[in-house]
T-cell receptor, first 116, second 114 residues
Framework: GEDVEQSLFLSVREGDSSVINCTYT??????LYWYKQEPGAGLQLLTY?????DMKQDQRLTVLLNKKDKHLSLRIADTQTGDSAIYFC????????????????FGKGTKLSVIP | DTEVTQTPKHLVMGMTNKKSLKCEQH?????MYWYKQKAKKPPELMFV???????INESVPSRFSPECPNSSLLNLHLHALQPEDSALYLC?????????????FGEGSRLTVL
């Protein structure tokens, strides 16, 4: 079965790095994602990593994937108050129905609080 | 245009009312989704439409009735809801096979059932 685990809370000081961790169970997942949700808003895709990659960097964001341990992390460098939000890790198989739809399994979300 | 637009943003309804939530995208995506999100919880998949056909119904009660009139529109018809159905309802779309599987989410419709 599929299950995605995340710690629920993380608090950091402005300017520090934040590291949000996630573990997943489905080794056949093709893509792994990090979504950000600000209060009262929808989900915004921050970044994703393909399962055959170890690392992906995109400006202040670094994603590390340890496929052996099924561990995914998101590092945010120079964390700002605008980064305060809930961050969801998600995994998906390549195609669910064969018609181009994807079924995501989300973690419970990590609430990041940035202290000015 | 990379937006998924949902209306209304807020909806309050009684248990005997009939209402609808609407979702629209003009990105040419052929898969559209309804998710339900309770406070402090992750989104839960309700329905998936692929090429305007319902492909997944995650055992959702029949008081929720989805409809996909065309490739750009997705509706969720609501009837005889319960207070526990109060939640944020998120619509999403995706391009289909051959891409990264990114789902584009709308801002959601916040539903309160009295």
């Amino acid at each position: 079965g599929e299950d995605v685990e995340q710690s629920l809370f993380l608090s950091v000081r402005e300017g520090d790095s934040s590291v949000i961790n996630c573990t997943y169970t489905d080794s056949s997942s093709t893509y792994l994602y990090w979504y950000k949700q600000e209060p009262g808003a929808g989900l915004q895709l921050l970044t994703y990593i393909f399962s055959n990659m170890d690392m992906k960097q995109d400006q202040r964001l670094t994603v590390l994937l340890n496929k052996k341990d099924k561990h995914l992390s998101l590092r945010i460098a120079d964390t700002q108050t605008g980064d305060s939000a809930i961050y969801f890790c998600a995994e998906t198989l390549h195609t669910y129905s064969g018609a181009g739809s994807y079924q995501l399994t989300f973690g419970k979300g990590t609430k990041l609080s940035v202290i000015p | 245009d990379t937006e998924v637009t949902q209306t209304p943003k807020h909806l309050v309804m009684g248990m005997t009312n009939k209402k609808s939530l609407k979702c629209e995208q003009h990105m040419g995506h052929r898969a559209m989704y309804w998710y339900k999100q309770k406070a402090k919880k992750p989104p839960e998949l309700m329905f998936v439409y692929s090429y305007e056909k319902l492909s997944i119904n995650e055992s959702v009660p029949s008081r929720f009735s989805p409809e996909c009139p065309n490739s750009s529109l997705l509706n969720l018809h609501l009837h005889a809801l319960q207070p526990e159905d109060s939640a944020l309802y998120l619509c999403a779309s995706s391009q289909g096979t051959g891409n990264t599987g990114e789902l584009f989410f709308g801002e959601g419709s916040r539903l309160t059932v009295l």
